[in-house]
């Protein structure tokens, strides 16, 4: 299994960004996703994540409004869709997928497969 995450890159303040994540080795539609992502000095942190028992998106509060994700099963890959972008944006993004049936924005060990991680600078 490997998921290969790309997109990252420098971004004004307000601007947007969208992530991909390919995934190869499995079926996405069969598995929760989500992003993480983290801040030099700082803990990995969920971003939001997609449950595949009820196929809702859950949020952490600091992208609600700003964040979304979708998923292309034909393309077997998902995005992280990312506006009115801050400073404190600022972080190696990460996508994880994996087979927990919990409802909720997910732990990082709730997940089994890992992307490489893609770094989104936020900065004038």
């Known amino acids: 299994v490997q998921l290969q995450a790309s997109g990252g890159g420098l971004v004004q303040p307000g601007g947007s960004l969208k992530l991909s994540c390919a995934a190869s080795?499995?079926?996405?539609?069969?598995?929760?996703i989500g992003w993480f992502r983290q801040a030099p000095g700082r803990e990995r942190e969920g971003v939001l994540s997609?449950?595949?028992?009820?196929?809702?998106?859950y949020y952490a509060d600091s992208v609600k409004g700003r964040f979304t994700i979708s998923r292309d099963n034909a393309k077997n890959t998902f995005y992280l869709q990312m506006n009115t972008l801050k400073p404190e944006d600022t972080a190696v993004y990460y996508c994880?997928?994996?087979?927990?049936?919990?409802?909720?924005?997910?732990?990082?060990?709730?997940?089994?497969?890992w992307g490489q991680g893609t770094q989104v600078t936020v900065s004038s």
């Open positions: 997609t449950s595949r028992i009820d196929g809702l998106t």
């Open positions: 994880a997928t994996g087979l927990t049936g919990r409802i909720g924005l997910l732990a990082s060990y709730e997940y089994d497969y």
């Open positions: 080795g499995l079926t996405l539609d069969h598995y929760a």
